[in-house]
T-cell receptor
Framework: SQTIHQWPATLVQPVGSPLSLECTVE??????LYWYRQAAGRGLQLLFY??????ISSEVPQNLSASRPQDRQFILSSKKLLLSDSGFYLC???????????FGPGTRLTVT | EDQVTQSPEALRLQEGESSSLNCSYT??????LFWYRQDPGKGPEFLFT?????EEKEKERLKATLTKKESFLHITAPKPEDSATYLC????????????WGAGTKLIIKP
C-alpha cells in the first residue's frame, strides 16, 4: 500500500527566515506530486505540482518554490518567510492518469 | 467561471439524525467529482470519486450521488465519529492535475 509522509508536523519561524518542508511517498513509482496551502475555512489552494523529477509547475506567484530531487520526494522552500506564508501546508500524490489525490498529514506553519 | 460551492457551511445533527450535504458546481464537461473527509489538524482523506450523472457510491453510513449540476453526500444514522469537515472538489476543465475545491461543510454530530 502507499504511504505519504510530511515533516515537520508543526513549525514556528520568524519573518525573514528560510523554510524547507519535505514530503515523501512510499509504495508507488513516478507519482504526480502536489503542494497545497489551506487557509482556515477556505478551500485548498494548489501551489505547485510535479509530474516527474525536476519538472515543477507553479500555479500561484508567491514567495515559495518547490523542487523534486528524487522520484518520490517533493520539497517546498522559501528563502525569506513572510507573515502571509502562515498556514497549513499539505502534500498530495496521485497516480499518473488518475485524478483522485491522496494527502499527507500536513504541516502547520506559523510565521511570527 | 468554474466554481464549486458547498452548503451548508456547518451542520449540527443529533446522533442518528440523517441528513445531506450539498456540493454544486459550474464546471462544463465534468471529468470527475471527489469527496474528502478532513479531521481537525489532519490532511483530507479520500472518500469517493463520481464521474457521471446518476452514479452513486457508498461507504458505511455515507452515500454520494451525482446529478448534472450538483452532488449530495447523504449521511444515514450518523455517529459522533462522523464529525469532520467534508470537502468536495471537481477536476478542472483542460487540466489533468488541477482540482477546484469547495470551502467544505463542517459536520458536528452530538451524542
Amino acid at each position: 500500500s502507499q504511504t505519504i509522509h510530511q515533516w515537520p508536523a508543526t513549525l514556528v519561524q520568524p519573518v525573514g527566515s528560510p523554510l524547507s518542508l519535505e514530503c515523501t511517498v512510499e509504495g508507488t513509482s513516478n507519482p504526480n506530486l502536489y503542494w497545497y496551502r489551506q487557509a482556515a475555512g477556505r478551500g485548498l489552494q494548489l501551489l505547485f505540482y510535479s509530474v516527474g523529477i525536476g519538472q515543477i509547475s507553479s500555479e500561484v506567484p508567491q514567495n515559495l518554490s518547490a523542487s523534486r530531487p528524487q522520484d518520490r520526494q517533493f520539497i517546498l522552500s522559501s528563502k525569506k518567510l513572510l507573515l502571509s506564508d502562515s498556514g497549513f501546508y499539505l502534500c498530495a500524490w496521485s497516480r499518473g492518469g488518475a485524478y483522485e489525490q491522496y494527502f499527507g498529514p500536513g504541516t502547520r506553519l506559523t510565521v511570527t | 467561471e468554474d466554481q464549486v460551492t458547498q452548503s451548508p457551511e456547518a451542520l449540527r445533527l443529533q446522533e442518528g439524525e440523517s441528513s445531506s450535504l450539498n456540493c454544486s458546481y459550474t464546471v462544463s464537461g465534468l471529468r470527475g467529482l471527489f469527496w474528502y473527509r478532513q479531521d481537525p489538524g489532519k490532511g483530507p482523506e479520500f472518500l469517493f470519486t463520481l464521474y457521471s450523472a446518476g452514479e452513486e457510491k457508498e461507504k458505511e453510513r455515507l452515500k454520494a450521488t451525482l446529478t448534472k449540476k450538483e452532488s449530495f453526500l447523504h449521511i444515514t444514522a450518523p455517529k459522533p465519529e462522523d464529525s469532520a469537515t467534508y470537502l468536495c472538489a471537481v477536476q478542472a476543465p483542460g487540466s489533468n492535475y488541477q482540482l477546484i475545491w469547495g470551502a467544505g461543510t463542517k459536520l458536528i454530530i452530538k451524542p
